[in-house]
Structures are given as C-alpha cells and as structure tokens.
T-cell receptor
Framework: GAVVSQHPSRVICKSGTSVKIECRSLDFQATTMFWYRQFPKKSLMLMATSNEGSKATYEQGVEKDKFLINHASLTLSTLTVTSAHPEDSSFYIC??????????FGQGTRLTVV | AQSVTQPDIHITVSEGASLELRCNYSYGATPYLFWYVQSPGQGLQLLLKYFSGDTLVQGIKGFEAEFKRSQSSFNLRKPSVHWSDAAEYFCAVGAGGGATNKLIFGTGTLLAVQP
C-alpha cells in the first residue's frame, strides 16, 4: 500500500510558541490530505481538508487562524499550531488520498504543550 | 448527516476465541465503509474496506466484515483472536459517498485479549 510519513512523531513545546507538523505521501501524489485530531480515549475528529494549491476547508469549530494548513505540493501538507496552549495538546493524524482510492494514514504526532 | 456507531466501547476476549465488533452507520446512499486498527500511540492501519460488490469482505490479519444494508451494519469478525490483535478498532464511513472523501469515524472499540 501507499506510504504516508508524518513528522515529528512526538513534540514538546512551550506555551505560546508555534509547532509545525509535516505530512508526506512518499510514493504517490496526494490530491487531497486530511488532518484529524484525536483526544485521549476518543475518536478521530476531522479538522480540515487540504487540496493541493488551494485553501484548506476547515470543519465547524476549528480555528483556522490557530491551525494553519498548507498544501504546497502533491506530496506535502503541513499543519502549524500557532501560539500553542496546553489545551492544544493532542494526537494529530494526517491522511492522504488519490482519486478513487481509500485514505492512507500517517503514524501520528503527539503534541504536548507545557 | 452521516454517522457511525460502535456500541461496544471495550471488549475482552480470550486468545483463540472468536470476535465480532459491531458497527452501525447512518447514510442515505450506498456507503463506502472501512475498518481501521490503531495500536497505542500509532496511526491507523486499514484492515478492510467495502465499496461495492460482494458484501462479505476479506481483510488482512484474518479479519472479515459483512455489509448488511437492511441492518445498516458492517460488523468485523475474526474466527480466532491472537494476543497481537489487542488494539483499538475504528469503523468509518466515507462522507459524501466518495472513497476519497473525508471519513466519519465511530468512537472506537478497545479490544483486550486474555491469555
């Protein structure tokens, strides 16, 4: 199957700083990438849909100015958590798709804001 | 709106016993359905998917699932569970009817396997 790489796998940052998470499709061109957030012992909640070369579409309740998403190429999307606060601590997972196939998931990023 | 329900939050089975994880969905048309497995601190691995055709779907690791339109269900089964199957299992439906569209996930079922 297709490989999606997410980096970093773990990050600890200080409150008020920004953190960037990368999602790369290693062996295919991803027309669409999705960003999910998973709270402890909870399901995955979609944050935004990212199409290459266009602005991301955010789900209701997700602050677009706090969670900046960039999809500059067909193999890379980034999620930047700006001015992070402890409540932003979570597990973030990306997925990538190409036409008429299922989504392939990255291994996730554990963000801890201290 | 599309939704997915996994009624069982936590299930414990003995190694070697059979397993069935329940999943019900709400969707107006023929859904794209998926089962994923997640180990602690890891991403999601696709076990199997249903797009169309045969309603009994075979997946990896000996898992299978059956799509039952009349019951709006897509239950996951395995005839003999191994200790390595302990993980969290998520059922998902492709929102908007497309396989490549965003996924709506159930709340997950945590599987524990007793020796």
């Amino acid at each position: 199957g297709a490989v999606v790489s997410q980096h970093p796998s773990r990050v600890i940052c200080k409150s008020g700083t920004s953190v960037k998470i990368e999602c790369r499709s290693l062996d295919f061109q991803a027309t669409t990438m999705f960003w999910y957030r998973q709270f402890p012992k909870k399901s995955l909640m979609l944050m935004a849909t990212s199409n290459e070369g266009s602005k991301a579409t955010y789900e209701q309740g997700v602050e677009k100015d706090k969670f900046l998403i960039n999809h500059a190429s067909l193999t890379l999307s980034t999620l930047t958590v700006t001015s992070a606060h402890p409540e932003d601590s979570s597990f973030y997972i990306c997925s990538a798709t190409r036409p008429n196939t299922e989504a392939f998931f990255g291994q996730g990023t554990r963000l801890t804001v201290v | 709106a599309q939704s997915v329900t996994q009624p069982d939050i936590h299930i414990t089975v003995s190694e070697g016993a059979s397993l069935e994880l329940r999943c019900n969905y709400s969707y107006g048309a023929t859904p794209y359905l998926f089962w994923y497995v997640q180990s602690p601190g890891q991403g999601l691995q696709l076990l199997l998917k249903y797009f169309s055709g045969d309603t009994l779907v075979q997946g990896i690791k000996g898992f299978e699932a059956e799509f039952k339109r009349s019951q709006s269900s897509f239950n996951l089964r395995k005839p003999s569970v191994h200790w390595s199957d302990a993980a969290e299992y998520f059922c998902a439906v492709g929102a908007g009817g497309g396989a490549t569209n965003k996924l709506i996930f159930g709340t997950g079922t945590l599987l524990a396997v007793q020796p």
